[in-house]
């Protein structure tokens, strides 16, 4: 195993253990999240009674797989613990998510949960948001105006592709990736960002993270709490 992947098994098998029993837990997308839902899976096989719900199909589709119980939305008032990856954390908490496309139905599933634990590896904890790419979901109607308007907001987007054809998202959208190098007004960005007619959603979070776990290539872990 890469010493990167070390660090993300470490991070997400740590994060699993604030699960309670009975709790609805939601599950993240991404290579940390994977290990944080293989252990989830563990524990329900080890007779934890728990439900989950996903933050996209890859992962609902994993779950499905270890056994782990998936709930409808419709059937969930509260969700207890989301444990989720991220692209980047700052000191302060506030995330760049979405590097895995999944941005939107994270947030969702965040901002609906009473704790959200981030798990990452180092080379994620940054001092200034911004070298990694801000993933930005738009809808695919006339998306040419949208990806002009933020141009003109020197976002510098570029369209997401994958094997030559434009990504498209579990919920039929695009991502523009864009590119600010350091965010200097995070709270102000994701305003404007979510202002502009077209733009579905952003991936900074900026007031969900609750709890930070950082994995080590040695396999120990940091676990820090706001
Ligand atoms: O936001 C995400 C997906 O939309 C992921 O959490 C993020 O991209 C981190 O992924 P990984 O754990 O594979 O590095």
Not at 135 to 142: L, N, Q, R
Not at 143 to 149: A, D, P, S, V, Y
Request: hydrophobic letters at 40%; glycine letters at 10%; proline letters at 4%.
């Amino acid at each position: 195993m890469q010493q990167q992947d070390l660090a993300k098994k470490a991070a997400g098998e740590k994060a699993a253990e604030y699960i309670k029993p009975g709790m609805t837990i939601g599950l993240g997308t991404g290579s940390t999240a994977y290990y944080a839902i293989m252990r989830v899976g563990a524990l329900v096989r080890d007779g934890m009674p728990l439900r989950a719900v996903a933050t996209s199909e890859q992962s609902e589709l994993l779950a499905k797989e270890q056994g782990i119980p998936i709930i409808s939305f419709s059937e969930v008032d509260k969700i207890d613990l989301d444990i989720d990856g991220a692209d980047e954390v700052d000191e302060h908490f506030r995330l760049i998510k979405g590097g895995g496309g999944a941005l939107l139905r994270e947030k969702i599933v965040a901002a609906a949960s009473s704790e959200m634990i981030v798990i990452t590896d180092e080379s994620k904890y940054v001092k200034h948001l911004g070298r990694f790419p801000l993933p930005v979901e738009i809808i695919p109607f006339a998306w040419e105006l949208t990806f002009k308007r933020l141009i003109a907001l020197d976002a510098a987007p570029v369209l997401r592709t994958r094997d030559g054809r434009t990504f498209v998202t579990d919920n039929g959208n695009y991502i523009l990736d864009c590119h600010y190098e350091k965010i200097k007004d995070p709270a102000g960005l994701h305003q404007q960002l979510n202002d502009i007619p077209g733009v579905v959603e952003n991936g900074l979070f900026l007031h969900y993270a609750s709890r930070l776990i950082i994995g080590y290539a040695d396999g120990s872990v940091k676990s820090l709490s706001r």
